[in-house]
C-alpha cells in the first residue's frame, strides 16, 4: 500500500517538474521576443538560486551579485539561441558555471552593461538576501566550503539546486561518471566535517 501512494507521488512530482521545465522553455521563448514579463518571471525563478551558486564558487558575495547580473542580462540577450537540446535550467548554469569560474580566475570581472537589460519592478523582498536561517543548514554550508571547488559544484548542484547527475554532466562539461565520482568522494568529506560540527544523523 505504501508503495503504491510513493508511486503516486512520484508520478505527481514527475508531472509537476515536467510542467516546470514546459514553463521556463515557454519564458526563454518569450524573452526572444523581448517579453519583459517572461523575463521578469525568469529572474525571480533563477536569480536568487544563481546568485546562492555564484557565492559558492567565488565566496564574494559582491562579485556574485554582478555574476547574477551577467547571466540574466546574458539570458536576456541570448534567449533567442536556446535550442532545447537540454533543459533550461542547464543552459542556464552552464552560464552561470563560466561566468563565476571567469571570476575566480581574474580580480575583475568583464560585467555586461546592466542597461542591456530590461528594468524589474522593485519586489517587496530582495531575492539575494533569501537565505536558510536554520542551524543545521548554515554548518552544512560551511561543510561544503571546506570541500574543492569540483566537489562542491556537484554538492551545490544537485542538493541546492535539484539537477540530476547528465544535466551536471552538460554543466560542468565531463563524464557522467566523474560526476558520480565527484559526488562519491564530497559525500565522503562532508560526513566527518558534519560530525566534528555536532551535526549527525543527516542524509546526504
Known amino acids: 500500500m505504501g508503495t503504491a501512494a510513493q508511486n503516486v507521488e512520484h508520478r505527481a512530482a514527475d508531472r509537476q ?11 526563454l521563448e518569450r524573452i526572444a521576443r523581448r517579453d ?30 554582478e555574476v547574477t547580473n551577467d547571466v540574466m542580462v546574458e539570458v536576456w540577450k541570448s534567449a533567442g539561441k536556446f535550442q532545447g537540446r537540454s533543459a ?14 571567469n571570476a575566480v580566475r581574474r580580480k575583475t570581472i568583464p560585467t555586461t552593461n546592466i542597461d542591456d537589460a530590461p528594468e524589474l519592478q522593485d519586489e517587496s523582498e530582495d531575492p539575494m538576501a533569501a537565505t536558510d536561517q536554520s542551524t543545521t543548514s548554515n554548518l552544512l554550508r560551511t561543510a561544503i566550503e571546506q570541500l574543492s571547488r569540483d566537489h562542491r559544484e556537484v554538492i551545490e548542484l544537485t542538493f541546492f539546486q535539484g539537477l540530476n547527475y ?4 552538460r554543466i560542468v562539461e565531463c563524464p557522467e561518471g566523474t560526476v558520480k565520482t565527484r559526488m562519491y568522494h564530497a559525500k565522503k568529506q562532508l560526513g566527518p566535517l558534519l560530525t566534528s560540527m555536532g551535526v549527525t544523523g543527516m542524509t546526504l
Do not use: C
Open 36 to 65: 519583459r514579463g517572461a523575463f521578469e518571471e525568469l529572474y525571480r525563478e533563477y536569480g536568487p538560486r544563481v546568485f546562492r551558486f555564484a557565492v559558492r564558487m567565488i565566496h564574494d558575495e559582491t562579485k556574485a551579485e
Open 17 to 27: 517538474a515536467a510542467t516546470k521545465a514546459t514553463m521556463e522553455v515557454v519564458w
Open 166 to 169: 547528465k544535466e551536471i554532466a
Open 88 to 101: 533550461a535550467s542547464t543552459w542556464i548554469f552552464s552560464i552561470a558555471r563560466h561566468r563565476a569560474l
